[in-house]
């Protein structure tokens, strides 16, 4: 125990190995960013945006349950178990979108999806925490979801390519059968525990233990509770975003290269920007940085209503990009610093939960909306939403950052 250090430099070995697996958990994600929304159309025949975007609901409600039973479990059976039983669940997925026969097959396809992102994905940041301390937290954070997003990005950016090169299948989900092997390999053979880390952190901090976590971070204290809800709405805008934008693009007769490019370009810019907003939140107020980041969001989808050429949907997928980095790795660095570290996995695999149903509400959400209302309607509304909670954000946040220790 006395020789155990938390620190970005200290342990920068395990760190990077965090960080390539993360890298290889994004890239199962952005297999599905730009070609299921137009499998589902040329394949199989659906044109109903809301059975379109069953697909991100049933992921959206598997991840955000996996998300918190990660976090609960992380004490219990050891973190680096959960990672790797979460690389078991990917092994099958690229296989069954190559031989999907029906939609249902798609749909409990991202049933394993769900669970290896919530196993995966949860615990290598909780991980990655747990190894650098209080200092650089922000800056961990922002490092790791730029290797899951950035990855997101480009493998969005490469399925579209091969999917207007060779087909929707099976070419484009190739690359998920090499990062699922992959990720498995480097999580059982060089990633190690990171249990003991916490046990010497908790000598050291004085934070009073919340009551009952999952209640506190979702309702009860105020500055977690807002934290909570900005994140499900930012996930809920995402899950418009993942769903609607494909097929926005589709409908103006873009081609499936120039799909993918345009819906690279916002998680490439939330993944590349995460190195520099998640040092910001490390020095800056957390408050103001959700804030801001909300904003930006909300106008930015706003703006996609107006958006018919390539050069408006790339500057807005920027933008999109820019608000985003700002918010994603401060939620996590926020909530990791208002919490005991025996709880923190908790309270974070209980903000994720939160978070990520954003995906299966946004995806319930627009497809109606769209279905009954129009594309158009339906990403006005989201913006709107994503704005208001930016305000509830600066109206209910503790006015100062949450400081480490206090």
Same mark, same amino acid.
């Given at each position: 125990?006395?020789? $155990? #250090?938390?620190?970005?430099?200290?342990?920068?070995? #395990?760190?990077?190995?965090?960080?390539?697996?993360?890298?290889?958990?994004?890239?199962?994600?952005?297999?599905?960013?730009?070609?299921? @929304?137009?499998?589902? =159309?040329? =394949?199989?025949?659906?044109?109903?945006?809301?059975?379109?975007?069953s697909f991100i609901t049933t992921f959206g409600i598997t991840k955000a349950i996996c998300n918190y039973f990660t976090g609960k479990w992380a004490n219990v059976f050891g973190r680096k178990k959960l990672l790797v039983l979460g690389w078991f669940f990917a092994?099958?997925?690229?296989?069954?979108? $190559?031989?999907?026969?029906? /939609?249902? /097959?798609?749909?409990?396809?991202?049933?394993?999806?769900? %669970?290896? #992102?919530?196993?995966?994905?949860?615990?290598?940041?909780?991980?990655?925490?747990?190894?650098?301390?209080?200092?650089?937290?922000?800056?961990?954070?922002?490092?790791?979801?730029?290797?899951?997003?950035?990855?997101?990005?480009?493998?969005? +950016?490469?399925?579209?390519?091969?999917?207007?090169?060779?087909?929707?299948? @099976?070419?484009? +989900?190739?690359?998920?059968?090499?990062?699922?092997?992959?990720?498995?390999?480097?999580?059982?053979?060089?990633?190690?525990?990171?249990?003991?880390?916490?046990?010497?952190?908790?000598?050291?901090?004085?934070?009073?233990?919340?009551?009952?976590? *999952?209640?506190?971070?979702?309702?009860?204290?105020?500055?977690?509770?807002?934290?909570?809800?900005?994140?499900?709405?930012?996930?809920?805008?995402?899950?418009? $975003?993942?769903?609607?934008?494909?097929?926005?693009?589709?409908? #103006?007769? *873009?081609?499936?290269?120039?799909?993918?490019?345009?819906?690279?370009?916002?998680?490439?810019?939330?993944?590349?920007?995460?190195? +520099?907003?998640?040092?910001?939140?490390?020095? !800056?107020?957390?408050?103001?940085?959700? +804030? /801001?980041?909300?904003?930006?969001?909300?106008?930015?989808?706003?703006?996609?209503?107006?958006?018919?050429?390539?050069?408006?949907? %790339?500057?807005?997928?920027?933008?999109?990009?820019?608000?985003?980095?700002?918010? !994603?790795?401060?939620?996590?660095?926020?909530?990791?610093?208002?919490?005991?570290?025996?709880?923190?996995? =908790?309270?974070?695999?209980?903000?994720?939960?939160?978070?990520?149903?954003? !995906?299966? %509400?946004?995806?319930?959400?627009?497809?109606?909306?769209?279905?009954?209302?129009?594309?158009?309607?339906?990403?006005?509304?989201?913006?709107?939403?994503?704005? %208001?909670?930016? $305000?509830?954000?600066?109206?209910?946040?503790?006015?100062?950052?949450?400081? @480490?220790?206090?």
């Open positions: 125990m006395k020789n $155990i #250090q938390q620190g970005l430099r200290e342990n920068w070995q #395990q760190f990077s190995y965090l960080v390539i697996v993360n890298a290889f958990v994004g890239g199962m994600l952005g297999l599905e960013r730009t070609v299921l @929304p137009q499998l589902a =159309e040329q =394949e199989f025949g659906i044109t109903s945006k809301t059975a379109i975007f092994l099958p997925i690229p296989f069954m979108l $190559i031989y999907a026969e029906s /939609w249902t /097959w798609i749909v409990l396809t991202n049933i394993l999806l769900g %669970i290896n #992102q919530g196993l995966t994905w949860s615990i290598a940041v909780v991980m990655k925490i747990d190894l650098v301390g209080d200092k650089n937290r922000g800056l961990a954070v922002g490092i790791n979801e730029f290797a899951g997003y950035l990855s997101v990005g480009i493998v969005a +950016f490469l399925t579209g390519f091969l999917a207007e090169q060779y087909g929707v299948r @099976p070419y484009p +989900f190739y690359i998920g059968i090499l990062f699922s092997f992959l990720g498995l390999g480097i999580s059982i053979f060089k990633v190690k525990d990171t249990g003991h880390y916490v046990l010497k952190e908790t000598l050291l901090n004085n934070k009073v233990p919340l009551l009952h976590p *999952f209640l506190d971070t979702s309702f009860r204290h105020k500055s977690l509770s807002s934290i909570t809800q900005a994140g499900l709405i930012n996930n809920l805008n995402d899950g418009m $975003i993942w769903g609607l934008l494909p097929l926005l693009l589709f409908t #103006q007769h *873009f081609g499936s290269t120039t799909i993918g490019v345009i819906s690279a370009v916002y998680p490439s810019v939330w993944g590349i920007s995460q190195l +520099f907003t998640g040092r910001l939140s490390d020095i !800056y107020s957390k408050r103001l940085l959700l +804030f /801001w980041g909300m904003l930006i969001q909300g106008l930015a989808i706003m703006f996609l209503t107006w958006a018919f050429t390539f050069t408006h949907f %790339i500057l807005i997928g920027v933008t999109l990009g820019l608000g985003t980095a700002l918010v !994603y790795p401060t939620f996590l660095s926020s909530i990791a610093d208002y919490t005991n570290p025996t709880q923190r996995a =908790e309270c974070l695999g209980t903000f994720r939960f939160w978070r990520d149903l954003g !995906y299966a %509400i946004g995806a319930l959400l627009t497809g109606t909306l769209a279905d009954a209302f129009g594309i158009n309607m339906s990403i006005t509304f989201i913006g709107v939403l994503t704005i %208001i909670s930016g $305000i509830i954000i600066l109206i209910r946040m503790d006015n100062q950052s949450a400081l @480490p220790n206090s």
